[in-house]
T-cell receptor, first 112, second 113 residues
Framework: DQQVKQNSPSLSVQEGRISILNCDYT??????FLWYKKYPAEGPTFLIS?????DKNEDGRFTVFLNKSAKHLSLHIVPSQPGDSAVYFC???????????FGTGTLLAVQP | KAGVTQTPRYLIKTRGQQVTLSCSPI?????VSWYQQTPGQGLQFLFE???????NKGNFPGRFSGRQFSNSRSEMNVSTLELGDSALYLC????????????FGAGTRLSVL
């Protein structure tokens, strides 16, 4: 049972345009969400997070939006740069399990 | 500050063997978590250790075990290896728990033949 879903395995965007990565979750008890970025042959690195009491968090070119009623979050990257090309994982925390649950990842390719 | 260090980076084993992976967390971090990454499955949580105690466990068989030492270093052991255990095993450390930002090592790539 995949509680955190990233339905787009890959996304291709032109340099300078907006990248939008989407994530859906099923457990309404999740109260904290994170995005990680992973380059090949490296471990994931933390990008940005959001608490369920907020609906938006911004850090430079990266903004995460949370829609609790739809159980949906998205990561916006503006403007996209070739160095942003990586696999992006969303993750959720909360509920009884006390575990961080990851999605399956979306491979973002930013074309120069 | 040194990051999370995982050794070895690559391992090749055969079915039925056992393997031990090592993880040195960031200095001062007391929580160490282990994840298995396979294509199409994302990162699957294996277990979390905090102050030498297993605090949380994922849905993996008992062949997967771990421990944490007093210096917070952690080891993960997989016994009676199966072909399906081939994966990237990632270790992550954080100050006090998985809700905090976790810092990942580069992983150990295990291939079971």
């Amino acid at each position: 049972d995949q509680q955190v879903k990233q339905n787009s395995p890959s996304l291709s965007v032109q340099e300078g345009r907006i990248s939008i990565l989407n994530c859906d979750y099923t457990n309404s008890m999740f109260d904290y969400f994170l995005w990680y970025k992973k380059y090949p042959a490296e471990g994931p690195t933390f990008l940005i997070s959001i608490s369920s009491i907020k609906d938006k968090n911004e850090d430079g070119r990266f903004t995460v939006f949370l829609n609790k009623s739809a159980k949906h979050l998205s990561l916006h990257i503006v403007p996209s740069q070739p160095g942003d090309s990586a696999v992006y994982f969303c993750a959720a925390f909360g509920g009884a399990t006390n575990k961080l649950i990851f999605g399956t990842g979306t491979l973002l390719a930013v074309q120069p | 500050k040194a990051g999370v260090t995982q050794t070895p980076r690559y391992l090749i084993k055969t079915r039925g063997q056992q393997v031990t992976l090592s993880c040195s967390p960031i200095s001062g971090h007391r929580s160490v978590s282990w994840y298995q990454q396979t294509p199409g499955q994302g990162l699957q949580f294996l277990f979390e250790y905090f102050s030498e105690t297993q605090r949380n466990k994922g849905n993996f068989p008992g062949r997967f075990s771990g421990r944490q030492f007093s210096n917070s270093r952690s080891e993960m052991n997989v016994s009676t290896l199966e072909l399906g255990d081939s994966a990237l095993y990632l270790c992550a450390s954080s100050l006090v728990g998985t809700k905090n930002i976790q810092y990942f090592g580069a992983g150990t790539r295990l291939s079971v033949l």
